[in-house]
Each structure stands twice: as C-alpha cells, then as structure tokens.
C-alpha cells in the first residue's frame, strides 16, 4: 500500500522567514496531493492541493512543488508569521483512488 | 461551502456502553465519508470508508464489529463504538467527499472511556 513519509517532524522559524515541509510517497500511482493545517484541538483545513499533471502550485504565501520521477512533494510558506504555527499533513491518494494516506506530520512553531 | 459537522465534539462513557458519533455533510452530497482516528501529537489514521447505501470498507486491524458504521444518507454517516473500552478513548475524526477529491474535514469528537 501507499507510504507517505514527512520531514522534518518539528520545524521552529522566525517570523518573516521561510519554512518548508518534505514529503515522500511511493505508489506511482498517486495522484492527487493535499496539505492540511491543523491547529490545536481543531480539525484539518485543506490549504493547498496538487494534482500530478502540475509541477508547482502557488496560493499567496503558500506554494506546493511536485517532484513524480522522485515520487516527493514539498510545502513552502514565505514570509511566515505567529498565525502559522500549526501541525501540518501532506497526503497522498492510493492508487489513483479515493483514500488518502496521510504523512505523519509537522509541526511548525513561528517565533515573533 | 464544503462545511462539515460532527456531534458530540466530546463524550465521556462508562466503559462497555456503546457511543454513535454522527457526521453531516451540511451543504454538498458526500458520495462518501470516511472516519479517522487521531492519537495526541500522532497522525490521522483512516479507520473505514463508507459510501452511501454500502456497506463500509475497513482497514486492515480495524474490527467492523467494534466500531459500526451506517451511511444511510448522502449527507450523514454515523461511527458507533460498541462496548467501549478505555483504550478506545481518542480523538476521531470524519471526513466527506463530493464528486471532487477534496475531502473536507468534521470538528472531531473526543472520546474519553473510563
């Protein structure tokens, strides 16, 4: 089955720098790669997703970079700031269906 | 849009009573839900997925008799824990897609089994 695997497992960043999340899947058959934020004690909220027939997807601060040959996907944030900080989840779907596999998360501290 | 609720948020039980958890799909038609459970500081690990009048599809090392689930209509499915134990206790979560791959994410319920 699918394996998605996430680094670093804690990411501590000043305020205004760069952070960036790495994931790595290996059913070539993925498809489809979502980041969730999850914030203490809340749901997961979908911020960014990418489909494989795109290399790169940008939304603001936020931008996902899709890698197929290596079969990895990375999450960059720019010019972070406190309301960052948050866990976040890469996923990847099975086999080209409806199930995802979710990473095991990072979590990310934003210092003022 | 793509809002979805989940009720309780938290409950406490005597353990060997059974709790049903309910998850709503409140402007869009899940063609399927799918119910997470989530240990503090760990990752989402999906549990089943259920379609509408289907029946659910388990992970493997999730006992079906245990945990119950019913999707009876587009926009609710419902996870019940059957005699709980304390080591049922967790954060579970669900989530629902429509036609898109989206999947859009419930509250969650606490579960606490004393």
């Known amino acids: 089955g699918e394996n998605v695997e996430q680094h670093p497992s804690t990411l501590s960043v000043q305020e205004g720098d760069s952070a960036v999340i790495k994931c790595t899947y290996s059913?070539?058959?993925?498809?489809?790669f979502p980041w969730y934020k999850q914030e203490l004690g809340k749901r997961p909220q979908l911020i960014i997703d990418?489909?494989?027939?795109?290399g790169e997807k940008k939304d603001q601060r936020i931008a996902v970079t899709l890698n197929k040959t290596a079969k990895h996907f990375s999450l960059h944030i720019t010019e972070t700031q406190p309301e960052d900080s948050a866990v976040y989840f890469c996923a990847a779907n099975r086999a080209a269906g409806n199930k995802l596999t979710f990473g095991g998360g990072t979590r990310v501290l934003v210092k003022p | 849009g793509a809002v979805v609720s989940q009720h309780p948020s938290r409950v406490i039980c005597k353990s060997g009573t059974s709790v049903k958890i309910e998850c709503r799909s409140l402007?869009?038609?899940?063609?399927?839900m799918f119910w997470y459970r989530q240990f503090p500081k760990q990752s989402l690990m999906l549990m089943a997925t259920s379609n509408e009048g289907s029946k659910a599809t388990y992970e493997q090392g999730v006992e079906k008799d245990k945990f119950l689930i019913n999707h009876a209509s587009l926009t609710l499915s419902t996870l019940t824990v059957t005699s709980a134990h304390p080591e049922d206790s967790s954060f579970y979560i669900c989530?629902?897609?429509?036609?898109?791959?989206?999947?859009?994410f419930g509250p969650g319920t606490r579960l606490l089994v004393l």
């Open positions: 402007d869009f038609q899940a063609t399927t």
């Open positions: 059913d070539s058959a993925s498809n489809y």
């Open positions: 989530s629902a897609r429509g036609s898109a791959e989206t999947q859009y």
């Open positions: 990418i489909r494989s027939n795109v």
